[in-house]
């Protein structure tokens, strides 16, 4: 039986988390909690959003929550 791991904040730096304890250990049962709506966003993007090129912000989105 893994380890069971919680994270806890997701986007760039708990899914990244997550990941490299995924291939860490295989059979840990890993948990992450973000209070967003979003776990990941293109960070990168938002310049693009706040100047106006990327008009719709749901644009840097990449992956919807699903509880």
């Known amino acids: 039986m ?3 791991i919680v994270i806890v904040g997701g986007v760039a730096g708990g899914a990244t988390t997550a990941t490299k304890l995924r291939r860490l250990d295989e059979q840990a049962e890993i948990v ?4 967003g709506e979003f776990i990941s966003f293109a960070n990168c993007g938002l310049p ?3 100047s106006g090129v990327i008009e719709d912000r749901k644009n ?3 992956k919807l929550l699903k509880a």
């Open 2 to 4: 893994g380890k069971k």
């Open 32 to 35: 992450l909690f973000e209070r």
């Open 48 to 50: 693009y959003h706040i």
């Open 60 to 62: 840097c989105f990449c």
